[in-house]
């Protein structure tokens, strides 16, 4: 499972900083499902540059048999994801979601007839200008399966949702703000992105590893990023040479 993921990140990370309009959105989405091994993949985004509620944008790897029938059901009144996703901070386990209510016990059971997976993430993102998205994903993984490779998958996501959202930002004409790194933020960014550990850094730069790990914890706040991988990405994203040395 991790060497898959491991590839499947690296590859839709390449291919998210490609896109270069909603189609090619769409193909990224659903070669990120096929990647994983996924069942569904999708990204709803609502408030992007001034859009309303009412105007969202979606990209989604569900049949249209199944859209239709969500909007025909109305299932968007009473669906869990929608109803709690924008407003909270950490990922939703599908699992945790109370299914007593009749309707929301019939959402799940028809989605899972119509091709979505009976395991699913949800991945909550909350822009600086009002924006939100929800980045959610479903497979059919065994309970204990699932306990496992959502470890995984929590990983991933919450970096690729964070991207994906950035892109779709640019889509819609939003210039992101530039970031200004210090010389040594950068350096140890630069041999991040080589591949190197924080000790191999400390080593190469002739500083202390608590010194290495102070200018990247600097770099990821500066960046927004939440790991030192999503900061790479978002220097790369940024026109930052950060390789070759």
Excluded at 66 to 90: A, S
Excluded at 94 to 99: I, K, N
Excluded at 207 to 219: D, F, I, N, P
Aim: net charge neutral; hydrophobic share 35%; charged share 25%.
């Amino acid at each position: 499972m991790s060497d898959i993921v491991g590839s499947s990140f690296n590859t839709t990370l390449s291919r998210v900083a490609e896109v270069s309009d909603r189609e090619s959105l769409d193909v990224v989405i659903k070669g990120l499902a096929d990647g994983y091994g996924l069942k569904s993949a999708a990204y709803f985004g609502i408030r992007l540059s001034g859009r309303s509620n009412d105007d969202p944008i979606l990209s989604v790897t569900y049949s249209s048999e199944w859209v239709e029938h969500y909007k025909e059901r109305r299932f968007v009144e009473i669906d869990p994801v929608i109803q709690t996703g924008f407003r909270r901070l950490l990922p939703l386990d599908w699992d945790g979601f109370a299914r007593t209510e009749e309707r929301v016990k019939t959402l799940f059971g028809e989605a899972t007839e119509f091709g979505l997976g009976k395991k699913g993430l949800s991945i909550p993102v909350h822009g600086r200008h009002g924006d939100r998205a929800l980045f959610s994903i479903s497979c059919d993984l065994a309970d204990r399966d699932w306990a496992r490779d959502k470890l995984h998958y929590l990983r991933d996501f919450q970096v690729l949702a964070t991207h994906i959202h950035d892109k779709v930002l640019r889509l819609e004409g939003h210039r992101p703000e530039k970031k200004h790194l210090s010389p040594r933020e950068f350096e140890c960014l630069q041999w991040i992105a080589e591949g190197k550990t924080a000790w191999e850094c400390a080593t190469i730069l002739g500083l202390s590893q608590h010194t290495v790990r102070c200018y990247l914890e600097s770099a990821r706040h500066k960046l927004n990023a939440t790991s030192n991988t999503h900061a790479v990405s978002i220097a790369h994203r940024a026109g930052l040479p950060l390789s070759p040395l």
